[in-house]
């Protein structure tokens, strides 16, 4: 980040190429949507660079990047109309395109449906509210810390972990409650 | 241990986050109780489903698209603009132009005064008075210096490119 705040060109590629799927995928997971994800990617790292002299070396780039993600997609996520629960169709398409974009496709009918019940766990996950969602996807997908969490949403340590927590256990309750966990159980 | 605080304390757990001697605790109550050690199986489910799925790769494209901007917004275009334009383009060609007229009225008048001798009376007066010198010197300075940099546009970067 140093030579990036020096101008050098090549440790922009680098830290773009580092880090860019990250943000992609932290963002793909919160707005449901490629487009919007790859959207909100570019323009992070527009922001990441374009204010590159403001950041203090030592400290953590990975959480400052992530918090500029973070307030992005509140943004696109506030300039929705309005959130709705997706159909079965638009699940199995969400599905088919996570993998697609991955280079696998299902061999199996067991793979098929772990994936629509995976993205079936992730449209819930958006529908939580924003304070339990973005904790839960950067601890559990992204491996940051509590510490690390609560500079991105500049919170206590204390409230990114129970939100994370609070969160997990709100998505058991509506997985519970709809009988999903039983059926996968039935399945094993 | 009761059921309903270990319910609390599951997802942490199960995540291997508990607090030191609580996963122990924990640990002894499920062991007893077959209601929690379905709810930690559930979580543990739900928690691997998460864990599990998929990442989404960026294309060429993408990371193409990313790299440009994000070079971009590092190092803004050269920008051209003149070194000293306070009043904009058409205004330094008014203030050229108002320097021309001045210059050239300032012959004309030099021309009738040799004629009429008064030209000689006048600039006696003028260096006479130290005052009147100083002040007519830096204005024919300011105007001299003005004209030749309305009329020759120089440009200015407004960044540099290093190392691109």
């Not at chain 1, 949403?153 to 058991?172: N, Y």
């Not at chain 2, 640990?27 to 691997?48: D, I, K, P, T, V």
């Not at chain 2, 998929?54 to 698209?65: F, R, S, W």
Request: hydrophobic share 45%.
């Amino acid at each position: 980040m140093a030579q990036a705040q020096n101008g050098n060109g090549r440790a922009v590629d680098v830290l773009v190429s580092r880090h860019y799927g990250s943000i992609l995928n932290f963002a793909y997971r919160l707005l449901g949507n490629r487009d919007s994800a790859a959207d909100v990617s570019q323009k992070t790292f527009t922001r990441v660079f374009a204010s590159a002299k403001t950041f203090k070396i030592g400290k953590r780039f990975k959480t400052w990047m992530f918090a500029i993600a973070a307030n992005l997609c509140r943004d696109e996520l506030r300039s929705k109309a309005s959130k709705k629960e997706a159909s079965l169709e638009e699940i199995q398409e969400k599905a088919g395109d996570a993998f697609s974009a991955g280079g696998t496709a299902p061999d199996t009918f067991d793979e098929a449906a772990d994936r629509v019940f995976s993205e079936r766990i992730w449209e819930k996950v958006r529908s939580l509210p924003e304070k339990m969602a973005i904790p839960l996807i950067l601890h559990y997908r992204d491996g940051l810390t509590f510490t690390e969490i609560s500079e991105v949403m500049k919170v206590p340590v204390g409230s990114a972990k129970s939100w994370t927590f609070h969160g997990i256990r709100r998505l058991r309750a509506e997985f519970g409650g709809e009988g999903f966990l039983d059926l996968k159980a039935e399945g094993e | 241990m009761r059921c309903k605080e270990v319910q609390n304390l599951l997802v942490e757990y199960v995540s291997d986050e508990s607090a030191p001697g609580t996963a122990d605790r924990v640990a002894g109550h499920l062991e007893a109780c077959s209601g929690c050690r379905e709810s930690a199986r559930e979580l543990r489910f739900l928690l691997s489903a998460i864990w599990d799925s998929p990442a989404i790769e960026p294309t060429h494209h993408e990371l193409a698209v990313a790299r440009v901007s994000a070079r971009e917004a590092l190092a803004p275009r050269i920008v051209r603009r003149p070194a000293f334009a306070p009043l904009g383009r058409l205004g330094d060609w008014a203030f050229a132009l108002a320097s021309v007229l001045v210059l050239a009225l300032a012959v004309a008048v030099q021309q009738a005064f040799s004629e009429s001798g008064l030209l000689r009376a006048f600039l006696a007066d003028v260096i006479s008075h130290p005052i009147v010198l100083v002040v007519s010197f830096v204005s024919i300075a300011v105007v001299a210096s003005f004209l030749p940099i309305c009329l020759i546009r120089k440009g200015v970067p407004n960044g540099a490119y290093n190392g691109l």
